[in-house]
DNA sequence: GCGGCTA
């Protein structure tokens, strides 16, 4: 029961699909487009049973991020593995970390107000985590073919991204306690194309600071969809920026502020370093 | 040939 009533689609596309194997399970990665956008289906076939999430395709890099978490805090066999949650749309996921006596798992759960919630359990794998890491390989796979197989006017910020809260450490009613009281939920739409000749409505404010090899550029502007703030970084030829809607610039100076505070405890604490980050680690 | 998982 694929609904195929309304919009909900049968008529969707397969843009790339590949299958993974850890241990006894298969995993299927299915990119595809209807109507509505492209979405990421997630599936997980054992010899009984099957279960599937549903990605959106701005979710996909943020599931990237999380494997690379994941995949990073226990290859530094770092005991603090956190449970996270990430809210895409209306759908929120549930990202925990569980053992047993078969090993280690990532336990990831799609949860929406209208369907059930489905799971999807992920072998770490037998030797330094290949099962995660493959499913990290794949999901990059995913993300580099949706990038590229999008069409310009599905770019729009309107319908094609949409922030998107991630939170640390899944506390008491991180998400209903939020969304009662707040305004629409905030939209970040990520340009990633170079260059942008008709500066439309520039307003003149702008501002540049220097970071290491990068050029940080902000400037505030405006079009027909109203005002915002273009975040851009210049290093070298290379350039690209955020757009974020003003309506969303006081929750993003929370969201700066929260990581300043986090990290100066860590360096001021002089406790160690050990600083968590989401970031692959550079070599 | 596993088998984990609250809704």
Known sequence: ???????????????????????????????????????????????????????PVNGIVWFLDLFNYYVDSSSADNNDVFSKELQLDTKVFYFDVGENKRGRFLKVSEASVSRNRSTIIVPAGSARDEGWAAFRNILAEMNEASRLLILPNQQSPESSERLVGLSDDVGAGFISGQSSQTA?????SVERSVGW???????????????????????????????????SEVAGADRSSIILPLSGLKQFHEMVGHFVDITKDRIEGMTGANVRTVEPPQR
């Open 1 to 55: 029961m694929e609904g195929n009533s309304g919009g909900g689609g049968g008529n969707d596309v397969e843009l790339l699909c590949k299958t993974l194997q850890v241990e006894h399970k298969l995993f299927y990665f299915d990119l595809k487009e209807n109507p509505r956008g492209q979405y990421l289906k997630i599936s997980e076939k054992t010899s009984a049973t099957r279960s599937t999430i549903i990605v």
């Open 184 to 188: 629409p939920s905030p939209e970040l």
């Open 197 to 231: 000749q008709d500066e439309v409505g520039n307003l003149g404010v702008s501002k540049v600071f220097r970071a290491d090899q990068k050029r940080f550029f902000f400037d505030l502007g405006s079009n027909n969809r109203g005002h915002f703030l273009r975040i």
